[in-house]
């Protein structure tokens, strides 16, 4: 886990999870959106579906909710 600020972040530190995590034999990974991604034959597995999950999640336009925050549609990727 993280344990200082990430370059740019000011002020105390966000919790912070880890990303990758195994239930038995099985490996997943988890998103900003809550969602978890598996269930993968191996951790190097898992992070190569975290790597196409964030390429395609870059080809989602995002948009402004009524608070002004800009959010991205969560999506699932089997």
Same mark, same amino acid.
């Given at each position: !886990?993280? *344990? !200082?600020?990430?370059?740019?972040?000011?002020?105390? %530190?966000?919790? &912070? *999870?880890?990303?990758?995590?195994?239930?038995? /034999?099985?490996?997943?990974? +988890? *998103?900003?959106?809550?969602?978890? #991604?598996?269930?993968?034959? #191996?951790?190097?597995?898992?992070?190569?579906? %975290?790597?196409?999950?964030?390429?395609? +999640?870059? %080809? $989602?336009? +995002? #948009?402004?909710?009524? +608070?002004?925050?800009?959010? /991205?549609?969560?999506? &699932? $990727?089997?």
């Amino acid at each position: !886990m993280d *344990t !200082m600020n990430r370059q740019g972040e000011q002020g105390s %530190l966000p919790f &912070r *999870t880890e990303r990758f995590f195994a239930v038995g /034999a099985r490996w997943y990974f +988890a *998103t900003r959106e809550g969602v978890d #991604s598996g269930p993968y034959a #191996s951790k190097e597995r898992a992070e190569e579906g %975290l790597r196409r999950f964030l390429k395609v +999640a870059q %080809l $989602i336009p +995002a #948009s402004d909710d009524p +608070a002004g925050n800009r959010v /991205a549609r969560s999506h &699932r $990727i089997y």
